[in-house]
């Protein structure tokens, strides 16, 4: 009767010590996945905020402004508009190979 008492004894400290454990790795998953979601949160946010500051960037009143300014672009109005005739400029050129068949 010692000898099953021992063995039970044992038994029941294996168990002990393996529940032990699975609660410990338990709460460690858990508060890894508790982290985990906070980050995604977080960089849910930043993405979010970033989208905004996207849109509000890519304004057509601002890009106007960036061309005006650093690229010294202006508006195309009739004033400084060139027309050019079709055919003009091909005279004083050599003709333009045909491609394709078209002339």
């Given at each position: ?5 021992i ?9 002990a ?21 906070s980050?995604a949160?977080?960089l ?9 500051e ?7 009143a ?17 004033a ?10 091909r ?13």
């Amino acid at each position: 009767m010692t000898r099953l008492n021992i063995v039970l004894l044992l038994a029941v400290i294996a168990s002990a010590l393996y529940l032990v454990r699975t609660q410990y790795e338990s709460r460690r998953l858990y508060a890894e996945l508790d982290r985990a979601r906070s980050e995604a949160r977080r960089l849910e946010t930043e993405h979010e905020r970033l989208q905004v500051e996207k849109r509000a960037q890519a304004t057509p009143a601002r890009v106007e402004r960036l061309a005006r300014e650093q690229l010294q672009m202006r508006g195309a109005t009739p004033a400084i508009t060139q027309y050019v005739a079709p055919g003009a400029g091909r005279a004083a050129s050599a003709p333009a190979p045909a491609r394709g068949g078209q002339p």
